[in-house]
């Protein structure tokens, strides 16, 4: 059995290709990073550890790599051959890597009749409905309709914590050892494929909501109040009293969105959360506020993390979500110079002031209620640091 994964990175040598790996797969792995594909081909294998107090080391064998730059070729036969694509490259990468994906469905059209399943692992809702959008725009009329009836593009929801890495061996990674894949069984093209430890449902979206406004959501918090108190790390910020007071009011204001949206109970739900705070606590994982917060503009977007869940909070409720109004503001002030959307987002700041970059990101009406609550939180914050 034949795997075809973009992107090489944590996600996808952490979680997805374990998991590949532990199926019986053989797994390609397709990336733009020239030293991470040189490695994969010459060691091809590498180790998952398990950061826990008892840190266990799986091996993932049967792997090898191939640079889409210099190779495209070379994918473009891997997809022929496939029985399963997925990525993990990014949900702003989906577009980039799709015509590269159409080429590879069209050659695979003139020998094989197998339909073939395209799952994107992103942070995202839709993430795999976004690339076949993308995929379908390289094809032709006379195409779609075999494309549509050949090739199926579950979407999927992916919950795993896997750090930046900084280990001697270029290809090990330290995961936590907690995971979630769930994925869209109806949007699946013939066979379903067999890899243990995923779960297919028939309705993703209260599973991709349920974690994208939590886990995500929660997340956010470390990160963004995180950076802006001066830590450096998701573990030093989750120790700090104001951080767990805001992120146990940002999700419950998310988790009373998601119960009133899907009925979930809310023991049940109460019990999800306090398991989330406790992997962000996790000692034996090291992640920097910087990675949880990277790309604060498609984080403050409308159907992510922090919008939507702020949104669907005040029109379930009528009330205003202070907590998650407080994480936005600090996104506001969220400062990296080496991260290309934190810098392009204060200079957006600079020209046109934190209310219309906020309207203008989250594209919320220019009357949204929620903006003058964002405003008065940043004010606060503001005046409290000085
Ligand atoms: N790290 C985590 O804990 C989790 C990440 N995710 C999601 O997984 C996705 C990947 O995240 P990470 O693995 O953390 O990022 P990463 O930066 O470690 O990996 C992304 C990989 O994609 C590669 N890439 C970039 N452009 C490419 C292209 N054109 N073709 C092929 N490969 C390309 C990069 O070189 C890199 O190796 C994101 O959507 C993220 O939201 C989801 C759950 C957990
Ligand atoms: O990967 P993104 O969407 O940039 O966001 C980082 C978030 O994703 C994760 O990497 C995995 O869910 C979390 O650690 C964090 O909340």
Known sequence: ????????????????????????????????????????????????????????????????????????????????????????????????????????????????????????????????????????????????????????????AVDRIVPNQS???????????????????TAIKGEKPSIEGITYVSDLTPYIERKLFTVNTGHTVPAYVGRYLGYTTINDAMNDKTVQEIIRGALTESGEALIQAYQFDREKHQAYVDKIIERFMNPYISDEVTRVGRGPIRKLGPQDRLIRPATMYMDVTGKAPRYLAKTIAAVLEYHN??????????????????????????????????IPVVMKQLEEMKALTG
């Open 1 to 156: 059995m034949l795997a075809v994964h973009f992107g090489a990175g944590n996600i996808g040598r952490g979680f997805i290709g374990s998991l590949l790996y532990q199926a019986n797969y053989h797994t390609i792995f397709v990336d733009v990073n020239d030293e991470v594909i040189q490695k994969l081909n010459e060691k091809q294998q590498y180790n998952v550890r398990l950061a826990a107090e008892t840190s266990k080391t799986l091996t993932v064998k049967n792997v090898s790599g191939i640079n889409s730059i210099s190779n495209p070729n070379k994918v473009i036969q891997a997809i022929v051959e496939a029985d399963i694509v997925t990525t993990a490259v990014g949900p702003n990468i989906l577009p980039v890597i799709s015509e590269l994906v159409a080429e590879g469905l069209r050659e695979r059209l003139k020998s094989s009749k197998k339909p073939l399943n395209i799952i994107a692992c992103e942070n995202m809702i839709g993430g795999s409905s976004l690339l076949k959008e993308k995929v379908m725009e390289h094809v032709t009329k006379e195409e779609f309709i075999t494309f549509d009836t050949m090739f199926g593009f579950p979407n999927a």
């Open 167 to 185: 280990h001697h061996d270029l290809l090990e990674v330290s995961v936590e050892p907690y995971y979630e894949w769930v994925v869209e069984e």
């Open 337 to 370: 110079e080496t991260d290309e959307e934190a810098v392009k987002l204060q200079q957006m700041i600079t020209n046109k002031g934190y209310e219309k970059t906020v309207q203008l990101v989250s594209e919320l009406d220019v009357d949204h209620r929620l």
